[in-house]
């Protein structure tokens, strides 16, 4: 799902039963895939359950460059909250954990990186490390033969720890 088709489903949600059909019907699976790797499918399965009901419940919504990334950082922070027995619902949005904040703020120039990459570059970070396809499969997905498909991955990479080095200065 592109960014702007994401982004139109979640500002009518709470209008549109469809819209929350939509986002049900593509993410479910990937958050359980997501956290299933770490806690178990029954509990993962719990974890999108509350995910696709703090979004009926969030007052607003924000504009989300990366939409699966956003989302497995929603669910991993839900499900983190879940093991430590303190979910705790603040008018209908979630309480913000100061070690999501701390995350994100480390994870923050990461983002700035992907972004600055191409459509297509973003699209082989998303379906290789988020999503978790091999580049052979990813390939024609792009519609790409595999060896270009490895080569943009190595290109990509390298733009990404030069944007990510000069940070560091």
Known sequence: MNESEFNRLLLSVKTSVRALEKLHEYYF????FHIAKKYGKDFAEDVAQD???????????????????????????????KVQKESR???????????EVHREEAFGDLYDAIRALDETERKIVELHYW???????????IGMEY???????????????????????
């Open 29 to 32: 699976g990937r958050i359980v």
């Open 51 to 81: 995910f696709f009901l703090w979004l009926l419940k969030a007052e607003s919504l924000p504009h989300v460059t990366n939409p699966t990334a956003w989302i497995y950082l929603q669910c991993d922070s839900i499900a983190k909250r």
């Open 89 to 99: 619902y603040v008018t209908g949005e979630i309480e913000v954990a100061s070690e």
């Open 131 to 141: 999503e978790g396809y091999s580049l052979k499969e990813i390939a024609p997905m």
């Open 147 to 169: 060896p270009a498909a490895r080569q943009r991955h190595k290109r990509l990479l390298a733009k990404m720890k030069d944007s990510l080095k000069s940070l560091r200065v």
